[in-house]
């Protein structure tokens, strides 16, 4: 039998509202343990009567829709909870429910992943490839909230004027900003090596390639050893990432600890140089026995490095405040300023070549070099560093970094950040013992051989040149690789990290393996005609020391690449015995050149020796990596890329040798000459590889040549 029904209850005879008492009258059915379940939850019953549908209600059949039995009336859940399927029919009496108001600190907190309800949609995948770069108004995800108001005749909101339409801006986002920050910093470094080239060759012209420009060459690298060895290792490599995860974690944004690490560096530098300062007659002795025998040689090295040795100061300072504009986003600053420095060096030695003339047509030695000059070359050093420090001041300023010294150092983390730094600064120790030997053996050789082109400058410009290849090339490849190698190894998947080194093994040997060939068939004609300046004879002797480095930039670039799998790992004690391995071997075939071969040739030996150690060291790390992924490198796929490739540029390198030295006899060894015979060596260097490399088929090389025309929209 139907339970009775009224549905005017609270209204008037006419069905014209009656205003609501107080205190309403009770309802006799709420005894009724069918009625008193079935409306207990009713939202309207006491608040928008007008909202039911009489009509609905009148003939409504309970028979047919019984409502539930007492008691088993769910309770409503919780806010944006899809609510379980009920067992029974919906209530036809209550319909267009309007729905509760968002909380006032917004959906988000509610949702999954911090995404905000009023913004997200979802796309499809053509939608993401086609509209990615459509800049569209956000839309109202609620507003078919109120269409069942709208559609009862309840008064809609009314609508708030609608904002003034922001104006176009380019997409920026994360990947957009780390692209911009990576292009910023590549063009930087490029530009500096640029420049810093440019520089070597105006300190070559300027002081020759005999004992003179050994001097200068010695009291200019013997800062940045000695900053190395002190400080700049663990800074590098402890000091940075302690000072990225204070900026991000401290409350004043790491700004303490920055002022803490700088005044401590500070410190640290400035009893540091005036140590140097005070000892520069030992330092001069300890990297050559040959020039402080020499009275002349060393008091002009003796005062080139007391001049130069300030610059260990503002080379400490500007890594530290580059980090700290690293930290803040600023990632331009740290890469742009030492071109100011190359320029500034550059002005003052083309000074000297403007007042003296060249090395080859003032004759000029350590005995002839005047005061003035020297005076001059080592304001001109000094100052370059000097405003290449002070350059990241703007940009500090410009992020809100205000320097305050701080001399509370003690219970911050500075004494353990010391401790973590043991293994790197050792890795360096073990580097620059095998640097401080081969420069004592060079200048030996140079000053005993009595030519130009046979002593430790030689060498040094010699491996300017030949290194360029690998910082461009190696170390952009792996710069994409690194952050994939490092994911891989922290999430112990040894394949992945298998097949990302052999990807940067391959990748990079496309242009490495054919670089180091045409170094060995080119290396003449590229020194005579950057280092003619200096002398014919010296930039010769520099030429053949750069074709004895040529092969060797093969085991340099895969030592590079294998190393960054034990950094993946965090694992630095084993690239330290590898840096030991290789520090010992290249300093035991050095000074076995040193006594066997002739004193013109000796450097020579040297150059080849250093890519015979990165061989042997390469060995070794291999061996150490494979049975770190647990023996499996593909080493089968990496050695056939590389006997291929090699296979391609050894007839390339012999027609491009033979091809430069008929040019060269003919038009001599001059400007000329010797650029002809760069020129068309190189280009029947590059057809003949890439014939060879074609009928070989070389995938890595195809792939390459398919990325630079896509690059360049063919």
Same mark, same amino acid.
């Given at each position: 039998?139907? !339970?009775?029904?009224?549905?005017? +209850?609270?209204?008037?005879?006419?069905?014209?509202?009656? *205003?609501?008492?107080?205190?309403?009258?009770?309802?006799?059915?709420?005894? %009724?343990?069918?009625?008193?379940?079935?409306?207990?939850? @009713?939202?309207?019953?006491?608040?928008?009567?007008?909202?039911?549908?009489?009509?609905?209600?009148?003939?409504?059949?309970?028979?047919?829709?019984?409502?539930? *039995?007492?008691?088993?009336?769910?309770?409503?859940?919780? &806010?944006?909870?899809?609510?379980?399927?009920?067992?029974?029919?919906?209530?036809?009496?209550?319909?267009?429910?309007?729905?509760? *108001?968002?909380? %006032?600190?917004?959906?988000?907190?509610?949702?999954?992943?911090?995404? @905000?309800?009023?913004?997200?949609?979802?796309?499809?995948? %053509?939608?993401?490839?086609?509209?990615?770069?459509?800049?569209?108004?956000?839309?109202?995800?609620?507003?078919?909230?109120?269409?069942?108001?709208?559609?009862?005749?309840?008064? !809609?909101?009314?609508?708030?004027?609608?904002?003034?339409?922001?104006?176009?801006?380019?997409?920026?986002?994360?990947?957009?900003?780390?692209?911009?920050?990576?292009?910023?910093?590549?063009?930087?470094?490029?530009?500096?090596?640029?420049?810093?080239?440019?520089?070597?060759?105006?300190?070559?012209?300027?002081?020759?390639?005999?004992?003179?420009? %050994?001097?200068?060459?010695?009291?200019?690298?013997?800062?940045? /050893?000695?900053?190395?060895?002190?400080?700049?290792?663990?800074?590098? $490599?402890?000091?940075?990432?302690?000072?990225?995860?204070?900026?991000?974690?401290?409350?004043?944004?790491?700004?303490?600890?920055?002022?803490?690490?700088?005044?401590?560096?500070?410190?640290?530098?400035?009893?540091?140089?005036?140590?140097?300062?005070? !000892?520069?007659?030992?330092?001069?002795?300890?990297?050559?026995?040959?020039?402080?025998?020499?009275?002349?040689?060393?008091?002009?090295?003796?005062?080139?490095?007391?001049?130069?040795? *300030?610059?260990?100061?503002?080379?400490?300072?500007?890594?530290?405040?580059?980090?700290?504009?690293?930290?803040?986003?600023?990632?331009?600053?740290?890469?742009?300023?030492?071109?100011?420095?190359?320029?500034?060096?550059?002005?003052?030695?083309?000074?000297?070549?403007?007042?003296?003339?060249?090395?080859?047509?003032?004759? =000029?030695?350590?005995?002839?070099?005047?005061?003035?000059?020297?005076?001059?070359?080592?304001?001109?050093?000094?100052?370059?560093?000097?405003?290449?420090?002070?350059? =990241?001041?703007?940009?500090?300023?410009?992020?809100?970094? +205000?320097?305050?010294?701080?001399?509370?150092?003690?219970?911050?983390?500075?004494?353990?950040?010391?401790?973590? !730094?043991?293994?790197?600064?050792?890795?360096?120790?073990?580097?620059?013992?095998?640097?401080?030997?081969?420069?004592?053996?060079?200048?030996?050789?140079?000053?005993?051989?009595?030519?130009?082109?046979?002593?430790?400058?030689?060498?040094?410009?010699?491996?300017?040149?030949?290194?360029?290849?690998?910082?461009?090339?190696?170390?952009?490849?792996?710069?994409? &690789?690194?952050?994939?190698?490092?994911?891989?190894?922290?999430?112990?998947?040894?394949?992945?990290?298998? @097949?990302?080194? $052999?990807?940067?093994? +391959?990748?990079?040997?496309?242009?490495?393996?054919?670089?180091?060939?045409?170094?060995?068939?080119?290396?003449?004609?590229?020194?005579?005609? &950057?280092?003619?300046?200096?002398?014919?004879?010296?930039?010769?002797?520099?030429?053949?020391?750069?074709?004895?480095?040529?092969?060797?930039?093969?085991?340099?670039?895969?030592?590079?690449?294998?190393?960054?799998?034990?950094?993946?790992?965090?694992?630095?004690?084993?690239?330290?015995?590898?840096?030991?391995?290789?520090?010992?071997?290249?300093?035991?075939?050095?000074?076995?050149?040193?006594?066997?071969?002739?004193?013109?040739?000796?450097?020579?030996?040297?150059?080849?020796?250093?890519?015979?150690?990165?061989?042997?060291?390469?060995?070794?790390?291999?061996?150490?990596?494979?049975?770190?992924?647990?023996?499996? &490198? @593909?080493?089968?796929?990496?050695?056939?890329?590389?006997?291929?490739?090699? /296979?391609?540029?050894?007839?390339?390198?012999?027609?491009?040798?033979?091809?430069?030295?008929?040019?060269?006899?003919?038009?001599?060894?001059?400007?000329?000459?010797?650029?002809?015979?760069?020129?068309?060596?190189?280009?029947?260097?590059?057809?003949?590889?890439?014939?060879?490399?074609?009928?070989?088929?070389?995938?890595?090389?195809?792939?390459?040549?398919?990325?630079?025309?896509?690059?360049?929209?063919?």
């Amino acid at each position: 039998m139907n !339970a009775p029904y009224d549905g005017d +209850r609270g209204q008037g005879a006419g069905g014209g509202q009656v *205003p609501p008492s107080p205190q309403p009258a009770p309802d006799p059915y709420t005894q %009724d343990p069918y009625v008193q379940d079935a409306y207990a939850h @009713d939202p309207f019953q006491a608040q928008d009567l007008a909202a039911q549908d009489p009509i609905a209600e009148a003939v409504y059949d309970r028979s047919a829709h019984p409502p539930p *039995p007492p008691g088993t009336y769910q309770e409503p859940q919780p &806010l944006y909870q899809q609510p379980p399927a009920s067992p029974y029919a919906p209530d036809p009496r209550i319909w267009a429910q309007t729905p509760p *108001p968002e909380p %006032d600190d917004g959906p988000s907190r509610r949702l999954p992943y911090g995404d @905000d309800a009023r913004t997200t949609q979802f796309t499809g995948v %053509d939608d993401l490839v086609t509209q990615a770069s459509e800049e569209k108004p956000e839309t109202d995800a609620f507003a078919h909230l109120f269409r069942d108001q709208q559609a009862s005749g309840a008064p !809609a909101p009314e609508p708030e004027p609608a904002p003034a339409p922001p104006a176009p801006k380019k997409p920026a986002g994360r990947a957009s900003g780390l692209l911009k920050s990576s292009a910023v910093m590549a063009a930087g470094t490029l530009v500096s090596r640029l420049t810093g080239f440019v520089r070597s060759l105006v300190i070559t012209a300027a002081l020759g390639a005999a004992l003179l420009g %050994d001097v200068f060459t010695i009291a200019y690298t013997l800062p940045t /050893m000695i900053y190395i060895l002190t400080v700049g290792g663990g800074l590098n $490599s402890v000091f940075v990432p302690q000072l990225v995860r204070a900026m991000k974690n401290d409350e004043d944004g790491g700004e303490a600890y920055a002022n803490r690490l700088l005044t401590l560096v500070m410190v640290a530098l400035g009893v540091i140089v005036a140590a140097a300062v005070f !000892a520069a007659p030992f330092l001069i002795r300890l990297m050559s026995d040959t020039i402080a025998n020499d009275q002349a040689a060393n008091s002009v090295a003796v005062t080139f490095a007391r001049y130069c040795l *300030p610059t260990i100061f503002f080379m400490g300072v500007h890594v530290v405040m580059g980090q700290i504009l690293n930290a803040r986003g600023k990632f331009g600053a740290m890469m742009w300023t030492p071109v100011l420095n190359n320029i500034v060096m550059i002005t003052t030695f083309g000074l000297f070549i403007w007042v003296y003339g060249t090395a080859a047509e003032s004759q =000029m030695g350590v005995q002839t070099i005047p005061p003035e000059g020297v005076r001059l070359l080592g304001i001109g050093t000094l100052l370059g560093l000097v405003v290449q420090a002070l350059a =990241m001041i703007p940009y500090l300023r410009e992020t809100g970094f +205000r320097f305050r010294p701080r001399f509370d150092w003690k219970g911050h983390g500075l004494g353990k950040t010391v401790k973590l !730094a043991k293994w790197t600064v050792l890795f360096v120790l073990a580097n620059q013992a095998g640097v401080l030997v081969v420069t004592q053996l060079a200048t030996a050789a140079g000053a005993a051989s009595g030519r130009e082109g046979a002593g430790f400058i030689a060498y040094a410009n010699a491996q300017l040149i030949w290194g360029m290849p690998q910082a461009i090339i190696t170390v952009s490849v792996m710069a994409a &690789l690194l952050p994939r190698i490092s994911r891989a190894a922290h999430d112990n998947d040894p394949g992945a990290v298998r @097949d990302d080194i $052999s990807q940067g093994l +391959r990748n990079s040997a496309v242009a490495i393996v054919p670089v180091a060939f045409a170094f060995l068939a080119l290396g003449v004609p590229m020194s005579t005609l &950057l280092f003619a300046s200096s002398g014919l004879e010296g930039a010769k002797g520099m030429g053949f020391i750069l074709m004895a480095f040529g092969l060797g930039l093969i085991p340099y670039s895969v030592q590079y690449v294998v190393l960054r799998g034990f950094y993946a790992y965090e694992d630095t004690r084993t690239p330290f015995y590898n840096t030991v391995i290789v520090a010992g071997v290249n300093a035991g075939a050095s000074a076995v050149c040193y006594a066997v071969l002739p004193a013109r040739w000796a450097v020579v030996g040297m150059a080849a020796s250093y890519g015979l150690a990165y061989a042997v060291g390469v060995g070794i790390a291999w061996r150490r990596l494979k049975n770190r992924l647990g023996g499996d &490198l @593909d080493g089968a796929h990496v050695m056939r890329t590389y006997a291929r490739l090699s /296979m391609a540029s050894v007839p390339a390198a012999a027609v491009a040798g033979a091809i430069a030295f008929g040019v060269m006899k003919v038009l001599g060894s001059g400007a000329a000459g010797s650029l002809a015979a760069l020129v068309v060596g190189g280009i029947a260097l590059l057809g003949v590889f890439l014939f060879a490399a074609k009928r070989m088929r070389i995938e890595e090389l195809n792939a390459m040549v398919g990325m630079v025309r896509g690059r360049l929209g063919r």
